[in-house]
């Protein structure tokens, strides 16, 4: 994956940890910055998304800007945009570039968002009282503060097109945390009875819909048709699905996995084995449930299910020229759908 992320880099000019290096070098963020140094020392979840901005060895915090840059230079400029090609910088327009931060910005305030904590469920090991709140206090405001920056450079190019299909974008968001919020107690975790059918929607809505909505705000930049937009939504939504799929089924296939290692009740092999198994089996094995998920057909079943999404994401690059950028989109599919 790192070697995959690496290349395509090279391929768009333009190393995707400096995305939204603008934004996050402002006095205003750097002020914030300081502030979150107030809480070392507790366990607010703020400080870990903190530092998986300076340091992520997984890549995968980039991940939607560099996609959204590759499928750019994929799919060049149009016939209609022909005369503006001098406005193209390693074959990308600068508002496609604009495009790119201006998604991971929003990725970034989401996951900012996400470093609030329930006061009420806190122990005395987390850290201070007042230091938790004044955590929430900056996770709030900091993640508001990405948000609005990346709302003011979404504007700043002036189509009312892509404006709609990221605003749209963040509604998908801010719908797919709340569910996943309301699902987050292991008591919920027991009860509901979710299909697979249910958890695509629900990952759609959370993961796939920013970076499908933001390839297709990519091509509308350039002026392609609505045929080019719709294989790059197609490209974005499979190959986001094919990355979550590959992120739930880790902790099932790692050859040196840990009888402790944390997942998911909602994750793609729980959800697919408690179709296979039965609901009333489901609760009996719950606490037995990492081994029986390991021996059953739900890790197969989620290998297969992101081999189709990833299978669809090469699909739908079949409409753009053959290019270094391309292989690279298709490289990226392949990278999360190899399996031990």
């Known amino acids: 994956w790192s070697e995959v992320v690496s290349e395509a880099e090279k391929i768009v000019g333009y190393p995707t940890s400096f995305m939204s290096l603008r934004c996050l070098l402002s006095d205003e963020l750097s002020n914030i910055a300081m502030q979150v140094r107030k809480l070392v020392g507790t366990k607010h979840p703020l400080l870990d998304t903190a530092r998986g901005f300076v340091y992520d060895s997984r890549n995968n915090l980039q991940m939607r800007g560099l996609v959204i840059l590759l499928i750019s230079k994929a799919a060049g400029p149009s016939t209609a945009e022909l005369s503006f090609q001098h406005n193209m910088v390693s074959g990308i327009y600068s508002s496609q570039r604009s495009l790119a931060e201006i998604t991971e910005l929003i990725h970034t305030a989401f996951l900012v968002h996400r470093g609030i904590v329930n006061i009420r469920e806190l122990k005395a090991c987390d850290g201070p009282l007042k230091d938790m709140k004044f955590g929430n206090k900056m996770a709030v405001l900091s993640g508001d503060f990405l948000l609005a920056n990346a709302c003011s450079s979404l504007a700043q190019l002036q189509n009312t097109k892509v404006v709609e299909l990221i605003s749209s974008a963040i509604g998908d968001l801010v719908q797919g945390i709340y569910y996943e919020n309301s699902k987050s107690s292991e008591e919920s975790c027991l009860t509901d009875d979710i299909s697979i059918a249910v958890w695509k929607e629900q990952v759609f809505l959370s993961h796939?819909?920013?970076?499908?909505?933001?390839?297709?705000?990519?091509?509308?930049?350039?002026?392609?048709?609505?045929?080019?937009?719709?294989?790059?939504?197609?490209?974005?939504k499979h190959m986001s699905m094919t990355h979550k799929l590959h992120s739930d089924l880790q902790p099932f296939v790692k050859e040196k996995s840990s009888d402790t290692m944390a997942f998911s009740l909602n994750s793609a092999p729980a959800v697919l084995h408690q179709e296979f198994l039965g609901r009333e089996a489901w609760i009996k094995q719950i606490r037995e449930l990492w081994e029986a998920i390991?021996?059953?057909?739900?890790?197969?079943?989620?290998?297969?299910?992101?081999?189709c999404h990833g299978n669809s994401a090469l699909a739908a690059l079949d409409c753009f020229p053959p290019s270094e950028a391309r292989t690279a989109l298709a490289n990226i599919v392949y990278a999360v759908t190899r399996f031990p």
Do not use: N, R
């Not at 390839?215 to 197609?234: D, N, P, R, V, Y």
């Open 208 to 236: 796939s819909a920013l970076l499908a909505k933001s390839c297709q705000a990519a091509m509308e930049l350039a002026k392609h048709s609505t045929e080019i937009q719709e294989m790059a939504f197609q490209y974005g």
């Open 294 to 307: 390991k021996a059953g057909k739900g890790v197969t079943a989620a290998i297969d299910l992101c081999c």
